[in-house]
């Protein structure tokens, strides 16, 4: 291909995609078009590279965010088992009363 224009350049680039454009640059095909190719080349490496940031960065927040959720259920649960833990103790403390009450009135009727 023997083209200066930009744009058929990138039309062209668009339809043979990143692999073969980077072999037809080796074998000198674009001519006169070849920094076209190469800026096309280098605008998809750069385009591939933000979407893997973005990708990863949006990785990041979800566990982040579950991160939170398993903290919040955490805490929940462990007010879940204090508050149990008390009640359990006030019954244990109350069936202790129940007892002496019991063991008193025996005794002493």
């Known amino acids: 291909m023997i ?3 930009r744009e058929d350049v990138r ?4 339809k043979l995609g990143e692999a073969v454009v ?4 080796e074998s000198e095909h674009f001519g006169t078009g070849k920094a076209f190719a190469w800026e096309w080349l280098l605008e998809q490496h750069h385009r ?5 940031e973005s990708a ?3 990785r990041v927040e979800r566990v982040l965010k579950a991160a939170e959720d398993s903290a919040g259920a955490a ?3 462990a007010a ?6 008390r009640w359990t103790m006030v019954a244990a403390l109350s069936a202790a009363a129940a007892v002496i009450v019991s063991l008193a009135k025996y005794w002493w009727t």
Not at 48 to 52: A, L, M, V, Y
Not at 80 to 85: E, F, I, K, M
């Open 48 to 52: 591939r590279r933000r979407e893997g």
């Open 80 to 85: 879940g088992a204090q508050s149990a833990a």
């Open 56 to 58: 990863e960065l949006e």
């Open 3 to 5: 083209t200066d224009s």
């Open 22 to 25: 980077q072999a037809k640059l």
């Open 75 to 77: 805490r929940a649960a």
């Open 11 to 14: 039309r062209e680039c668009e």
